[in-house]
């Protein structure tokens, strides 16, 4: 098990270095740019697909969704971000009371 951790922490450290050495000629282009601002977008929503809609190894569907439903109402409606988070769990506890 440390050896797993010793060489993963050998490997982001050695991809963190990788990162600060290239030219910044290749960090200043439009298409690197873009991709660095949408790659954590597009994490971040694949860890909330994987948490919302899976149950060990299995697809569900529950609470869970209802609570990503309103959050997604409510960004839609460009409510604040406390409200979106308060609601949807509020949603979701909800529905898990019913």
């Known amino acids: 098990m440390w050896t797993a951790v010793i060489v993963a922490g050998v490997g982001c450290y050695l ?10 000629k290749v960090l200043s282009h439009p298409t690197v740019e873009r991709v660095a601002d949408l790659i954590p977008v597009a994490l971040l929503a694949a ?3 994987v948490q ?6 299995s697809l569900t569907l529950d609470a ?7 959050a997604v109402v409510a960004l ?4 604040p971000f406390l409200v979106v988070v308060v609601g949807a769990s509020v949603v979701a506890a909800l529905a898990r009371l019913v």
């Open 64 to 70: 869970r969704v209802l609570g990503l439903a309103f």
């Open 15 to 24: 991809l963190k270095l990788a990162g600060l050495s290239l030219p910044e």
């Open 76 to 79: 839609l409606l460009r409510m």
């Open 47 to 49: 860890l909330v697909a």
């Open 52 to 57: 919302v809609f899976s149950g060990g190894t």
